[in-house]
């Protein structure tokens, strides 16, 4: 293998030709057509075992690393790539001759390329089954050595460690009479690091999660771990912020499947703004709320209209007539497949996004002439167990609110129970009241919202507010509260209204006054003993 000596700097140097890659993947998804590709300019490929038991298999030519180091895999495979022949190749400066000097004496030859996928350590700690020594075991040592030896030497190697440009790197060498450019070193250089720092990020996630005992490691007691460490990778830049003054950009989880809002499948419509996002994520949540058909129509991240029914249709329909005005420019969620008629009536009203996992093919018809219409279809659910929020010069964590209740949780408090009608109605709404930012309060039938009062500084005046911008008549309906009431007001207050039934967390030190009131006014009240407070 020859020797390559660059004269010109390292920051002149544009094309490079890659003359010798080392490759070790635990994905080979890819591998074998990339390796043809690379020996069809002569590159000489050294391999570890399993790839290099891989390429073969392909009918590709390749050399084991430990007959190019001249020193065998030991540990059972521990240690096999850390060796000077191999790091020594890729941090060689091509263009300083004290460099090459050295190099040449010990009998190293410049590595051009790594392309490497690390041991798939996230999937052992996925697996239920795995205990702490097989996931030990997946922690990879050599894979991170080779990609950082690379990445920092850049100017000269291409550390390849997302088979995702596989495609690209192959063009380029085509292109190119086997070379490749400084830029496309410099992106591949810049992944490489976020994949290492991502990779140990999760390594020390895991440990951070765990605590020693004489009896092995296991996993601590219930608590948040003293290091969190993110690792965000971004999805696209957005067209702005919050406000056009202001930047923004989307980013997801790397190296996790997409999920959640973040990783919906854009169908239709203009670019998706940072807003749209964030009610969108508001939609979503809620709907998860329910079994049954049902929509959610969301205006500034707080619902307008909510509705369950026997199929999608009634229940937007029902949801959009919860406050019509609102309606207009709202975010919609549905729980099931868009169908023809669903969509006949979401393309009669103006709304900005519409979430569902499946669209069918008439709705989509229907749909896509409105050309601004941002069309998401979700994917898998979001499983996280924690929230996170930025403040400044920190952020706080906390559990996600998973928390349902059903009847036999509940704590009727008055001398009257609610009726079997009244209860559905007080679980619906209570479903939806923990989706509206406090101080909230729920107006509703079994079937769907009657009117809502979101972020009033006074509890009693989330009642008016409600009770005073619903559309349809709440004479009879049910009340749901996110926190308890403090004082009597906002309970008289509903009763004037027609409320018959109220759900309410109960624990103020006024509680015996609050349920007088509603006795007096022939109310029936459950306490819950949860909070639903969402700032």
Same mark, same amino acid.
Request: net charge neutral; aromatic share 8%; hydrophobic share 45%.
């Given at each position: 293998?020859?020797?390559?000596?660059?004269?010109?700097?390292?920051?002149?140097?544009?094309?490079?030709?890659?003359?010798?890659?080392?490759?070790?993947?635990?994905?080979?998804?890819?591998?074998?057509?990339?390796?043809?590709?690379?020996?069809?300019?002569?590159?000489?490929?050294?391999?570890?075992?399993?790839?290099?038991?891989?390429?073969?298999?392909?009918?590709?030519?390749?050399?084991?690393?430990?007959?190019?180091?001249?020193?065998?895999?030991?540990?059972?495979?521990?240690?096999?790539?850390?060796?000077?022949?191999?790091?020594?190749?890729?941090?060689?400066?091509?263009?300083?001759?004290?460099?090459?000097?050295?190099?040449?004496?010990?009998?190293?030859?410049?590595?051009?390329?790594?392309?490497?996928?690390?041991?798939?350590?996230?999937?052992?700690?996925?697996?239920?089954?795995?205990?702490?020594?097989?996931?030990?075991?997946?922690?990879?040592?050599?894979?991170?050595?080779?990609?950082?030896?690379?990445?920092?030497?850049?100017?000269?190697?291409?550390?390849?460690?997302?088979?995702?440009?596989?495609?690209?790197?192959?063009?380029?060498?085509?292109?190119?009479?086997?070379?490749?450019?400084?830029?496309?070193?410099?992106?591949?250089?810049?992944?490489?690091?976020?994949?290492?720092?991502?990779?140990?990020?999760?390594?020390?996630?895991?440990?951070?999660?765990?605590?020693?005992?004489?009896?092995?490691?296991?996993?601590?007691?219930?608590?948040?771990?003293?290091?969190?460490?993110?690792?965000?990778?971004?999805?696209?830049?957005?067209?702005?912020?919050?406000?056009?003054?202001?930047?923004?950009?989307?980013?997801?989880?790397?190296?996790?499947?997409?999920?959640?809002?973040?990783?919906?499948?854009?169908?239709?419509?203009?670019?998706?703004?940072?807003?749209?996002?964030?009610?969108?994520?508001?939609?979503?949540?809620?709907?998860?709320?329910?079994?049954?058909?049902?929509?959610?129509?969301?205006?500034?991240?707080?619902?307008?209209?909510?509705?369950?029914?026997?199929?999608?249709?009634?229940?937007?329909?029902?949801?959009?007539?919860?406050?019509?005005?609102?309606?207009?420019?709202?975010?919609?969620?549905?729980?099931?497949?868009?169908?023809?008629?669903?969509?006949?009536?979401?393309?009669?009203?103006?709304?900005?996004?519409?979430?569902?996992?499946?669209?069918?093919?008439?709705?989509?018809?229907?749909?896509?002439?409105?050309?601004?219409?941002?069309?998401?279809?979700?994917?898998?659910?979001?499983?996280?167990?924690?929230?996170?929020?930025?403040?400044?010069?920190?952020?706080?964590?906390?559990?996600?609110?998973?928390?349902?209740?059903?009847?036999?949780?509940?704590?009727?408090?008055?001398?009257? %129970?609610?009726? #079997?009608?009244? =209860?559905?109605?007080?679980?619906? $709404?209570? /479903?939806?009241? +923990? @989706?509206?930012?406090?101080?909230?309060?729920?107006?509703?039938?079994?079937?769907?919202?009657?009117?809502?009062?979101?972020?009033?500084?006074?509890?009693?005046?989330?009642?008016?507010?409600?009770?005073?911008?619903?559309?349809?008549?709440?004479?009879?309906?049910?009340?749901?509260?996110?926190?308890?009431?403090?004082?009597?007001?906002?309970?008289?207050?509903?009763?004037?209204?027609?409320?018959?039934?109220?759900?309410?967390?109960?624990?103020?030190?006024?509680?015996?006054?609050?349920?007088? %009131?509603?006795? #007096?006014?022939? =109310?029936?009240?459950?306490?819950? $003993?949860? /909070?639903?407070? +969402? @700032?």
């Amino acid at each position: 293998m020859s020797l390559l000596c660059e004269k010109q700097s390292a920051m002149n140097v544009d094309l490079v030709p890659i003359r010798c890659a080392l490759l070790s993947v635990s994905d080979k998804t890819g591998l074998a057509d990339f390796a043809r590709v690379l020996r069809e300019f002569n590159v000489q490929l050294l391999s570890t075992g399993g790839t290099a038991k891989h390429l073969r298999a392909a009918g590709i030519a390749v050399e084991e690393i430990s007959d190019y180091t001249g020193f065998p895999e030991i540990l059972d495979g521990r240690v096999k790539t850390l060796h000077p022949r191999v790091h020594g190749g890729l941090l060689a400066i091509r263009s300083r001759p004290s460099h090459q000097v050295q190099i040449r004496e010990q009998g190293i030859a410049p590595i051009d390329m790594v392309v490497v996928k690390l041991y798939p350590f996230r999937e052992a700690v996925a697996r239920a089954e795995s205990t702490f020594d097989e996931v030990v075991e997946q922690i990879d040592i050599g894979g991170p050595s080779m990609v950082r030896s690379a990445a920092k030497n850049h100017a000269f190697v291409a550390a390849v460690t997302d088979p995702r440009d596989y495609g690209r790197i192959q063009e380029e060498l085509k292109g190119n009479e086997g070379r490749i450019g400084a830029a496309t070193r410099f992106m591949l250089a810049q992944k490489a690091f976020a994949c290492t720092a991502s990779y140990d990020s999760a390594i020390a996630a895991y440990f951070s999660e765990r605590a020693w005992s004489p009896e092995g490691i296991q996993k601590a007691p219930a608590g948040f771990p003293a290091f969190e460490a993110l690792s965000l990778e971004k999805i696209r830049d957005l067209r702005y912020g919050e406000n056009p003054h202001q930047r923004g950009a989307l980013y997801g989880l790397a190296a996790s499947a997409p999920c959640g809002v973040a990783g919906a499948e854009v169908l239709h419509g203009k670019e998706i703004s940072y807003n749209n996002l964030l009610d969108a994520d508001a939609a979503w949540e809620l709907i998860l709320e329910f079994d049954r058909p049902a929509a959610a129509l969301i205006k500034h991240t707080n619902p307008c209209g909510v509705a369950q029914s026997g199929d999608l249709e009634a229940a937007y329909v029902q949801a959009r007539e919860c406050d019509p005005v609102s309606a207009f420019g709202s975010v919609v969620a549905l729980n099931g497949e868009v169908d023809g008629a669903t969509a006949t009536e979401l393309a009669s009203t103006f709304v900005e996004v519409i979430l569902a996992p499946a669209f069918s093919d008439e709705a989509l018809a229907t749909l896509t002439q409105k050309k601004n219409l941002r069309l998401l279809r979700m994917g898998t659910r979001d499983t996280s167990s924690m929230r996170l929020r930025q403040i400044s010069g920190g952020f706080l964590i906390q559990d996600r609110d998973l928390f349902t209740t059903g009847p036999q949780e509940l704590k009727t408090v008055t001398k009257r %129970a609610p009726t #079997a009608e009244e =209860m559905e109605a007080l679980l619906f $709404g209570w /479903r939806v009241v +923990k @989706h509206v930012k406090s101080n909230a309060v729920v107006f509703s039938n079994g079937q769907r919202t009657l009117g809502i009062g979101a972020g009033q500084m006074s509890r009693v005046d989330s009642v008016k507010w409600g009770a005073q911008r619903a559309i349809l008549p709440l004479q009879g309906c049910a009340m749901a509260s996110d926190a308890f009431f403090p004082f009597a007001d906002g309970i008289l207050a509903a009763a004037s209204y027609g409320v018959r039934a109220v759900i309410q967390p109960g624990g103020s030190v006024r509680d015996a006054e609050v349920i007088e %009131a509603a006795d #007096a006014r022939g =109310m029936a009240m459950v306490f819950t $003993g949860i /909070r639903h407070f +969402k @700032h």
